[in-house]
Structure formats: structure tokens, C-alpha cells
């Protein structure tokens, strides 16, 4: 049974357990130059949104959807427009050319990560902290009183093995503003607590966000995947029932179902593109990079038994929950590395 949700007051975001801090930025994304737009009673706007979860599947998901002769998608899978109070501000009409030029006969969406989650944060501040901005409402509610009839698409992953995905993802480091802004060496757990702004740990709450979502969008519009059943054993079948969900032809069959698209990059790659040279690293990240892979004699160092410890216990405590909200088990989530 889906309980009420109640939002987290301002706090100090030193804390590890505190979520959130409320803090003014005073740096904005980049001034973009003005798109052409439709008038209002012709605006083209999205049938579908897949909102997460991050490093979960989705972008296998999208190339799914991009392949059905039913859909015209945009090219920018990620837009981000209502999970960033910097983007939300640029205007709507900011988010609508981004499908000013679809086929409005055929089945239109994006996919964001960053809307299975609850408040809208800023994506820039001078701080390290995770900061939201306040003043707007919740990110299920902005997208439901815009996209009234929205429908949303969902894939879970295992919470534990989610976040580790994501802590490589970011230490890739080409989402640093500099150079060595953070440690490979700091660790996982250490690197989750000190740096929320990364949200390695937030995306994994799936209980809490999908509480909060359910308070707008009524269950026949909304589609969940399990990463581990539906993706990686089922996708035939998660295919046909995610097409009839969008009212597409079940029966077409896109390629590619069970090849993965995303490869993480090895531990050893990573220590070497952080210590490297710029020459060095440029190799690294190219092509090339991907022969260190097969030989990743630094990989036993990456993930310690302390940051699996600490994974679980903030995840376990509500698979229980999850479990009721979603009615399905969850018995092959390990929870574990």
C-alpha cells in the first residue's frame, strides 16, 4: 500500500544523513540563443517519458523505442528540462523545440534519469553540496500539470550494483569541472557521502521517488521494468508488451535486443586516464582505451567489502517496500557485488 510522501525540510548537507541543502546559485548554464517555436495550440509535446532509473537500462530502452516505424523521437535522448531548476528557468518553449520538428502522427518521447527523483536541483552552485531549489514544486508534479496525459516508462536495477555502475560512470572524470576534482583513490562510499551533487547513492531510492510519482500518475500509465528479468533475460517479450503499452505494433522486432550498449570502463583504464598526461589520456579515451580493459589488473581494488556494506544498508531497508508498491519480487536482487 502506497503510504503519503512527505518532503525533506532545508538542511545541512554536511550530514550524511541529510538529503538536501537550499542554497542560492550564482552560476547559471550558458545564455543558449533562441529557438523557433510553435504557437502554443500547436505545440508538439511528448506521449511518453522514460524518467530512469540511471545506469539501469534506458538507453537501451530508447534505441528500442527509436527503431519502431511508430515513433519519431528527437535526437537528444537526455534533455533534462524539468530536473534542473537551471534548464526548467530557460522557458518551456526551450523544451518544445526539442520536438517542434517530429511527426506528430507517430508516438513522441525522451528519456531523462534525472526525473525519477523528487525536488529539482540546481545543477551549478560553489558548493559540493546537493542543492534544490524550492520554490519550484516537485519534478512528478511540474511534468503531470504540463503533460497531463503523460505516460512513463520505468526500468529498476539492482540499487547496489546501480550505484557502482554510476561511480565508474564518474570516474571517468570528463564530468569534472577540473582535473582531478575527485579521487579514484577516495573510494566509493567515501566519494558517495563527500560529493552528493553526484548522487551515487540518491538514484537508488526507488521506493521513495516512486511513492511520489504514484500520487500523479495513475498505474495504467505508468510501465515498470526490472533490469534483471525484463531487459536481461525477457527482452523479446518486454519489447512486445512496452510497444502495445504505447499503443505501437507489438509484433515489430528491433535488433539488437541482447547486445548491451554501454561498456564501463576497467578500473586500470580509469587510474591511468586520471594519472595520464594529456597526450596519454587523450589515447586513453579513445578506442584504444579499450584494449587496457581486457587486461584490468587493478580491478580487485575498486570496489572494497566496506563499500558494499554501506550500499546495502542503505538499500536493503526499503526492498521490502518496494516490493509491495511495485507487487512484484524482487528475489534476484542480490543487493550485492
Known amino acids: 500500500m502506497?503510504?503519503?510522501?512527505?518532503?525533506?525540510?532545508?538542511?545541512?548537507?554536511?550530514?550524511?544523513?541529510?538529503?538536501?541543502?537550499?542554497?542560492?546559485?550564482?552560476?547559471?548554464?550558458?545564455?543558449?540563443?533562441?529557438?523557433?517555436?510553435?504557437?502554443?495550440?500547436?505545440?508538439?509535446?511528448?506521449d511518453f517519458l522514460i524518467i530512469g532509473a540511471q545506469k539501469a537500462g534506458t538507453t537501451w530502452l530508447w534505441k528500442m523505442l527509436q527503431q519502431h516505424p511508430g515513433t519519431d523521437l528527437p535526437k537528444e535522448k537526455e534533455i533534462h528540462f524539468f530536473g534542473s531548476s537551471e534548464l526548467y528557468r530557460k522557458g518551456k518553449d526551450q523544451y518544445y523545440w526539442h520536438f517542434a520538428d517530429l511527426d506528430s502522427s507517430k508516438v513522441i518521447g525522451e528519456a531523462s534519469t534525472t526525473y525519477l527523483y523528487d525536488n529539482v536541483p540546481y545543477w551549478y552552485n560553489d558548493s559540493l553540496k546537493l542543492v534544490v531549489d524550492e520554490s519550484l514544486p516537485t519534478i512528478p508534479e511540474l511534468i503531470t500539470t504540463e503533460m497531463p496525459e503523460v505516460k512513463i516508462l520505468v526500468v529498476l536495477r539492482d540499487p547496489v550494483r546501480r550505484a557502482i555502475s554510476a561511480y565508474y560512470h564518474w570516474m571517468r572524470g570528463q564530468y569534472w569541472p577540473r582535473k582531478g576534482a575527485v579521487s579514484p583513490l577516495l573510494g566509493l562510499k567515501e566519494t558517495a557521502i563527500q560529493h552528493p551533487r553526484m548522487r551515487i547513492l540518491e538514484y537508488g531510492y526507488y521506493a521513495r521517488y516512486l511513492k511520489l510519482w504514484s500520487k500523479y500518475v495513475p498505474k495504467e500509465r505508468m510501465?515498470?521494468?526490472?533490469?534483471?528479468?525484463?531487459?536481461?533475460?525477457?527482452?523479446?517479450?518486454?519489447?512486445?508488451?512496452?510497444?502495445?503499452?504505447?499503443?505501437?505494433?507489438?509484433?515489430?522486432?528491433?535488433?539488437?535486443?541482447?547486445?548491451?550498449?554501454?561498456?564501463?570502463?576497467?578500473?586500470?583504464?580509469?587510474?591511468?586516464?586520471?594519472?595520464?598526461?594529456?597526450?596519454?589520456?587523450?589515447?586513453?579515451?579513445?578506442?584504444?582505451?579499450?584494449?587496457?580493459?581486457?587486461?584490468?589488473?587493478?580491478g580487485r581494488f575498486a570496489i572494497k567489502r566496506e563499500d558494499i556494506d554501506f550500499l546495502r544498508s542503505k538499500y536493503l531497508p526499503e526492498k521490502a517496500e518496494l516490493e509491495s508498491l511495485i507487487g512484484r519480487s524482487l528475489s534476484c536482487w542480490k543487493c550485492d557485488a
Not at 6 to 24: F, G, I, Q
Not at 249 to 256: I, R, S
Not at 269 to 288: C, F, H
Open 2 to 46: 502506497i503510504g503519503a510522501y512527505y518532503e525533506p525540510c532545508a538542511v545541512e548537507a554536511n550530514d550524511e544523513n541529510n538529503r538536501h541543502a537550499v542554497l542560492k546559485p550564482k552560476r547559471f548554464l550558458p545564455e543558449v540563443k533562441a529557438k523557433m517555436t510553435t504557437p502554443e495550440t500547436s505545440v508538439i509535446k511528448p
Open 223 to 298: 510501465h515498470l521494468l526490472i533490469f534483471e528479468e525484463d531487459v536481461w533475460q525477457f527482452p523479446e517479450r518486454t519489447m512486445r508488451e512496452v510497444y502495445q503499452f504505447l499503443n505501437l505494433d507489438p509484433q515489430f522486432q528491433p535488433e539488437g535486443l541482447r547486445e548491451r550498449v554501454h561498456e564501463n570502463w576497467s578500473w586500470t583504464r580509469i587510474l591511468i586516464s586520471y594519472y595520464a598526461d594529456p597526450l596519454t589520456r587523450k589515447v586513453v579515451r579513445s578506442r584504444l582505451g579499450k584494449f587496457i580493459d581486457g587486461f584490468d589488473v587493478l
